[in-house]
């Protein structure tokens, strides 16, 4: 097949099939390899054989959790809020057509020793434990400052600058206690940590309108979740650059990576011949040598269960997110819970994942009040991931590597990922425009 | 005209094709849906994802599908919302989300090729291992205009069809013949009571709990509850 491309990309992650979509859409020639024999690399979601065959390789899976199919555990837990960025590429790109997505039925952050859900209406904020009757006013009063600003109205900003001020400073003219102070950080703002205490408050603006608008898309919680699992997104993405041209070729290992005297990336060689391009996009592992460790390491612990997660009023889905400072932490603890309601287990079980960045040598230990919270567990898988980071932004020898997968709990900095790469490569924004429709795109493949 | 003011009931059911690259994948559904045909098509770009809607009357049903007099036409329009490959096939790269929930597949080989027959006993495979046990696979030879090169003889193919008690047709994307019974022999033969039975349940057969992403808030209402 020795070929030239406009592009290589190596790896079919996530943020990889995003970015081999839009570059197919513009015309690009995109080559797409995978040493895997499945889409989604990193970001991928396995059956059991799969997952126990990565995690457990001296337990095969047998059944037991009933047929090996009906699973679809995701590798990196993670929802896609409602308003955010990704739902915007996946609604302009049209990949909404391949796949069908559902609510995420609630939110709920610990709070002294318990689980509360996280109010999505009115009524829920009156009766909720979380405060009491004094704190709720104080809290909508933030919230309300938070909702009326606008940017060229200084009278909305009750005196405070955004770009100076520190969200500790805001919070401290609306007196809020610590407890609320937490909940708004990591249930609203989802700040895995404190750092943003000190920091200018606009990020963390930014962050709880995301939330807020997010909540009020579709109700019940921020958070919308593809049936059968995160690993649709990189085949919906695949599917979408396959469409415009691209060429994929998955279950192929790179055997040679030809570069010019200056290191300038021109191609690779594999099993169907050698392939040339003048840039490649690639995950991290295809590079080891060109990429560093971040230095977080996090654990995540896939847990099977037989029941719903107790004190969620038996939520078919669920994000839990227990604050730093609940459980004497430097960085939050995330549960995602699923269900068969989203086609990723078997009926009758239920999936939690639980997320943290590791703080001791003895990680495991560190999860202990997150498996109190979700009860008996017919099994675990426990996995620990480093993130990386590429040493250099590609510009000098066009090897464009993407960033591991963060612990947050959604796909806000991936997508931050996908639009950097973007613009490194191509020297400008990315400006999303809306997909021809299915009859203007049969029209152009001469289907009139 | 008497029934012009009864509603049609419909059902809609994804057909997802398979087969090597250069038989007439594309074609064939080119010729279902546009009645047209391209001699110098090249590899599909754009396009993977048509619908195309077939009308079965009562006599095709044979039997009726719910009381005659509900206000309903006794025929059903069976719409398939047709998958092409998009190229995926070429590396063996298709995903796994192409079989999902897929009802039928029409896997095609070339007449004229009889190691596209070979190939096309893959992706049936595929489908056992990928696809729900309850798709209704259909063999499909192209290419029935150039019947003097044919390589792969009706009886054999039909044989081995039957063997996996796949439906067998031969057809000619090229001059249209068979294109039309083709996909009318599947729609007779998809699940479509079970759709019907919930009156006329046009349009996707999706879940009515999941969301539409391309549907904007309704109000600008920021104000959060707590």
């Known amino acids: 097949m020795d070929e030239e491309y406009d592009v290589i990309v190596l790896g079919t992650g996530l943020t990889e099939c995003i970015l081999s979509g839009i570059l197919s859409i513009e015309g690009k020639k995109v080559l797409h390899i995978d040493r895997q024999d499945y889409y989604g690399g990193e970001s991928a979601s396995l ?15 047998e059944d037991q959790f009933g047929k090996d199919r009906d699973w679809c555990v995701d590798l990196i837990p993670k929802f896609l809020m409602s308003n955010g960025e990704l739902t915007n590429i996946l609604v302009h790109t049209d990949v909404t057509r391949y796949m069908e997505f559902k609510q995420i039925s609630g939110s709920f952050v610990y709070r002294s020793g318990k689980i509360a859900k996280v109010p999505s209406t009115q009524m829920e904020a009156i009766s909720s434990p979380l405060m009491g009757f004094f704190e709720k006013r104080r809290m909508k009063n933030f919230l309300e400052f938070i909702a009326n600003y606008k940017e060229d109205e200084p009278s909305t900003h009750h005196g405070f600058n955004l770009d100076k001020n520190t969200m500790d400073e805001i919070y401290y003219k609306y007196g809020l206690e610590r407890g609320t102070k937490d909940f708004i950080g990591h249930a609203m703002a989802l700040h895995p940590n404190d750092d943003y205490l000190t920091q200018p408050a606009r990020d963390t603006y ?31 993405f695949a599917r979408l650059s396959a469409i415009y041209g691209g060429t994929f ?22 099993k169907e011949g050698t392939a040339k391009a003048p840039i490649v996009i690639s995950d991290p592992t295809y590079f080891p040598e060109k990429v560093r460790s971040t230095g977080q390491k996090i654990i995540r612990a896939m847990c099977i269960l037989d029941h719903p997660i107790p004190n969620t009023n038996d939520a078919d889905s669920a994000q839990i997110i227990i604050p730093q400072n609940q459980v004497n932490r430097k ?8 269900s068969s309601a989203h086609n990723v287990c078997s009926k009758g079980h239920y999936l939690a994942i639980i997320s943290t960045i ?19 567990t017919k099994d675990v898988l426990m996995g620990i991931a480093e993130v990386y980071e590429p040493l250099e932004d590609g510009k000098k020898d066009n090897f464009f590597i993407s960033r591991s997968y963060d612990p947050s709990s959604h796909f806000e900095t991936t997508t931050d990922d996908v639009k950097d790469i973007y613009k490194r490569i191509t020297g400008h924004d990315l400006v999303l425009k809306q997909r021809k429709t299915a009859d203007e795109e049969a029209e152009l493949a001469g289907l009139d | 005209m008497s029934q ?13 094709l398979l087969g090597e690259s250069a038989v007439g994948k594309s074609s064939i559904v080119q010729r279902f849906v546009k009645n047209s045909f391209d001699e110098f098509r090249e590899s599909t770009i754009g396009a993977a994802f048509l619908t195309q809607s077939i009308k079965l009357t009562g006599d095709d049903l044979g039997e009726s599908l719910a009381p005659a007099d509900d206000g309903f036409d006794d025929g059903l329009i069976v719409k398939f919302e047709i998958w092409d490959t998009a190229g995926q096939e070429r590396y063996r790269s298709l995903a796994s989300m192409y079989y999902r929930n897929a009802q039928a597949a029409v896997v095609v080989y070339d007449i004229t090729q009889s190691e596209s027959l070979e190939k096309a006993k893959y992706w049936i495979k595929e489908l056992q291992k990928q696809a729900s046990s309850n798709i209704l696979i259909t063999l499909v030879g192209n290419k029935l205009d150039l019947k003097e090169e044919r390589q ?8 081995f069809a039957n063997e996996l008690g796949l439906l067998y047709f031969e057809v000619s994307a090229k001059s249209g013949e068979n294109v039309q019974d083709l996909f009318k022999q599947i729609a007779l033969k998809m699940p ?18 999941s969301v539409d992403l391309s549907q904007r808030p309704t109000t600008n209402d920021q104000d959060c509850a707590c």
């Open chain 1, 206 to 236: 930014d962050r709880i309108m995301l939330y807020v608008t997010s909540v009020a898309r579709y109700g019940k919680s921020p958070y919308i979740y593809p049936l059968y699992g995160l690993g649709e997104l990189p085949q919906g």
């Open chain 2, 192 to 209: 479509f009571k079970a759709q019907v039975s919930k009156g006329n349940g046009a349009g996707k057969n999706k879940q009515s709990v």
């Open chain 1, 331 to 338: 960085n939050d603890i995330y549960i995602a819970v699923l």
């Open chain 2, 152 to 159: 792969v003889s009706e009886e054999s193919a039909r044989l």
């Open chain 1, 358 to 376: 590791i703080e001791t040598d003895k990680p495991h230990l560190e999860l202990e009040a997150a498996f109190k919270i979700i009860g008996q």
């Open chain 1, 47 to 61: 059956n059991l054989t799969q997952l126990y065959k990565k995690f457990k390789p001296k337990k095969e899976y």
């Open chain 2, 4 to 16: 012009a003011q009864k509603q049609v009931r419909q059902a809609q059911f994804k057909l997802v």
């Open chain 1, 249 to 270: 070729m998955l279950d192929t290992p790179i055997d040679e990576v030809l570069t010019d005297d200056e290191g300038k990336f021109q191609g690779v060689k594999t």
